[in-house]
């Protein structure tokens, strides 16, 4: 993979050029927290920004949108929303969970609106710092070696620039006297040292090795029980995974007309209607089995069949949970340490 | 009457106590109200016309609670007339504000408050109750007001003789949509991960804590939450209250179940 150079002051006239091309999509504040958006302004875009509040899975499948459109003369794909796009800022741990809903909606049955809008959507990665919720070395996925056509790493006065796709190439093309072609053993040095200090900059880890097993032994194990009791069943921890890509789809019809609308819309196994069935049967009403679902799908399935966990550090789900279920505190306490959380406060507060 | 209209379903919508929000709400359908006196025989709806009639119906939208004698009347007429009854807005379906007493001996002491001792001589007053403690009812539509695209799905499922598609999680799952910040994680008292969604999370995107106006999900936690609630600071009495603001009659069980317990 070729590897080139582009100074700080480069960046903006990059993007300028390239924006001309597709919408450029980048991360913004939104409070204190940050979101991917459509950019003009550049000095919008946050170079050091942590997660942002729901994965870049939207940029690829909006939370809802028309999937068809009904008439009398049949059904319609309605690809609309689908436009070209260049996504900015998007870092490792993001792009993996690109690759995890990659193997999702390519298995049996290819969905195509998610396949159009991946390949309407150029990937700019762009390296980060790990605040205290991310986890990505421990599940591997601080660094990235595919998914991307460009990726950048923000290295104080300069970005190391990884090529990696012919359309990657294509973009620097566009304004290539921007680029260095040629590295200096001191950038090298300083790629090095970025890493070596990024690497030491993770605050806690995971052991997911062992969390198949966990899954297995602990299946019955009551810690389930008092998750589920303290669960919101808000669905939060599902809509902010970047794994994540379950979905419902709701009939919209027009008054008196033939006309309607077929409507696809995120739906979350964590909540109540995700496992009922026609006659109203519900395969799993508790909370707490649901619990086990997405926990068993992340953290034990996946790995069986894809030899990876379906989890990529992030660390959404600690920052999303108002009651502190999420990978840390549940992946703790199938360890058996116990982590301070709220769903084990409740517990021994209830008295009822 | 237009000729056809025999096939067509007949519809009585109905307002009882509110403030007959779900009422105006339908009739601020403008682009879609003429499609819809269209496709249903209307017979009843006194806020968009006055030819009303009150025969046997096909579908009765009630809106409202019960907090009259008299009203109580018309709401048995009204379930007797009709095969099907829908509850639209919050007070219909859990009582609304004017139900947040749940004690009848609360109301009693705040009727007497506001009232005195005027006696009343035009209907006989009743503690406000949601319409299903009177009658069987068929679906709820709930909202404060219902929202425009529920009400025409609703209604346009119904014409076609199917139940409505709601959603059926919390206000939690739009906000995320919405790409919100969460506010309870910032120790503001949202009552989001309870409340029905359907509002598009409209006032978390305008950073304002949910108050529960859509009535209670399925499957609130409504434990967990007054517990988090707890911790993040405020009493007893501020979040029962806050619980028990629109929707009351939905959580009965639960407030009544705190009241033993200590503060």
């Keep these: 993979m070729r590897i080139i150079k582009l100074k700080k002051d480069n960046l903006f006239p990059f993007l300028e050029v390239i924006s001309e091309e597709a919408d450029l999509w980048a991360p913004v504040k939104k409070g204190d927290k940050h979101v991917f958006k459509v950019v003009d302004d550049f000095s919008q875009i946050e170079m050091n920004s942590t997660r942002t509040i729901l994965p870049p899975r939207k940029i690829f499948l909006p939370p809802t949108f028309d999937m068809f459109s009904v008439s009398e003369e049949g059904y319609k794909e309605d690809f609309s929303h689908i436009t070209k796009k260049i996504l900015f800022g998007i870092h490792p741990c993001d792009i993996h969970g690109l690759l995890i809903l990659d193997n999702f909606y390519k298995q049996a049955y290819l969905d195509p609106y998610y396949l159009e809008a991946r390949k309407n959507t150029l990937i700019l990665g762009l390296s980060c710092w790990p605040d205290e919720y991310c986890f990505a070395k421990s599940t591997n996925t601080h660094i990235i070696e595919e998914g991307f056509d460009l990726f950048f790493t923000y290295l104080k006065d300069f970005f190391l620039v990884w090529i990696g796709s012919s359309q990657g190439d294509d973009l620097v093309r566009l304004k290539p006297e921007l680029f260095d072609e040629k590295l200096t053993d001191k950038d090298i040095q300083t790629y090095l040292n970025w890493q070596a200090e990024r ?36 669905g939060s921890c599902t809509n902010v995974c970047p794994t994540c890509g379950c ?55 996946f790995i069986s069949k894809y030899g990876k966990p379906s989890c990529v550090g992030c660390g959404r789900c600690i920052v999303a949970c108002p009651v502190d279920i999420n990978v840390r505190t549940v992946g703790k306490a199938l360890l058996g340490e116990e982590e301070d959380a709220f769903w084990i406060r409740l517990n021994k507060e209830v008295t009822k | 009457m237009e000729k056809g209209s025999k096939e067509k379903l007949k519809i009585g919508i109905y307002e009882l106590t509110g403030c007959a929000g779900d009422a105006l709400l339908i009739l601020d359908c403008e682009k879609e ?25 096909d579908v009765a ?16 007429d009204i379930r007797k007339r009709a095969k099907t009854v829908v509850a639209i807005g919050i007070c219909a379906c859990f009582g609304g504000i004017q139900a947040a007493f749940l004690d009848k001996k609360d109301w009693e002491k705040n009727f007497k408050k506001v009232y005195g001792d005027k006696k009343m001589t035009h209907t006989k007053p009743l503690q406000s109750k949601p319409i299903d403690a009177y009658i069987k009812v068929d679906y709820y539509l709930p909202g404060c007001p219902i929202g425009k695209e529920q009400f025409l799905s609703t209604f346009n499922r119904i014409l076609r003789g199917h139940p409505p598609e709601l959603y059926r999680f919390s206000v939690c799952v739009e906000c995320k949509w919405n790409e919100n910040d969460c506010l309870l994680n910032k120790g503001i008292p949202c009552l989001g991960p309870i409340t029905r969604a359907g509002c598009g999370s409209i006032c978390i995107n305008h950073n304002l804590p949910c108050v529960g106006c859509w009535g209670p999900v399925e499957e609130a936690n409504l434990t967990s939450e007054f517990h988090l609630l707890r911790e993040k600071g405020f009493d007893y009495d501020f979040i029962k209250k806050k619980m028990a603001n629109f929707s009351g009659t939905g959580m009965a069980d639960f407030l009544g179940e705190l009241k033993g317990e200590k503060k």
């Design chain 2, 33 to 57: 109200l003429i499609d819809m006196f269209k496709a249903a025989d209307i017979q009843s709806f006194l806020m968009a016309k006055s030819d009303n009639i009150d025969g046997e119906l």
């Design chain 1, 199 to 234: 690497d030491k900059a993770y605050k806690w880890d995971l052991n997911f090795t062992a969390m198949p097993d966990l899954m297995e032994l602990k299946y019955g194990d009551p810690l389930w029980e008092k998750l589920g009791d303290t669960c919101l069943a808000c």
């Design chain 2, 61 to 76: 939208l009630v809106e409202g609670s019960v907090s009259t004698e008299r009203e109580k009347e018309e709401l048995l």
């Design chain 1, 247 to 301: 979905y419902n789809i709701m009939d919209k019809q027009f008054l008196g007309g033939k006309d309607g609308k077929i409507m696809r819309h995120w739906d979350a196994c964590t909540l109540e209607e995700y496992s009922e069935v026609a006659g109203g049967e519900n395969f799993r009403k508790k909370r707490s089995d649901r619990l086990k679902l997405w926990y068993t799908h992340k953290l034990q399935a």
